[in-house]
């Protein structure tokens, strides 16, 4: 007899989001900042495009990650809006 055909699901946005600060952290703890970098930028982007409040707090960390990317690679006056903060 053949198998039922499996539906396809996709992933819930927070779901899809978490995994990607999981490799977020994974790349910050390798020491792999330009990677991460990049990971954070992608992660705050999509969580962007998807607009739901509930993704904030996953938002709110990749921010701090970011940030401690750029300190780690001593530019952390290249962030705009960290900047603004200071003054």
């Known amino acids: 007899s053949p ?10 946005a ?6 990607h600060l999981l490799v977020l952290l994974h790349l910050v703890d390798g020491n792999k900042l330009d990677d ?9 982007a999509r ?13 709110a ?8 990317i750029y300190e780690r690679q001593h530019k952390l006056h290249e962030l705009g809006w960290y900047d603004n903060k200071l003054s």
Do not use: G, N, W
């Not at 962007?48 to 938002?59: A, E, G, N, T, Y």
């Open 3 to 12: 198998r039922p055909t499996r539906k396809t699901t996709t992933p819930s």
């Open 47 to 59: 969580a962007d495009s998807i607009d739901k409040r509930s993704l904030d707090p996953m938002v």
């Open 14 to 19: 927070e779901s899809e989001l978490y995994i």
């Open 61 to 68: 960390k990749a921010i701090f990650y970011l940030a401690l």
């Open 36 to 44: 991460a970098k990049k990971c954070a930028e992608m992660l705050i």
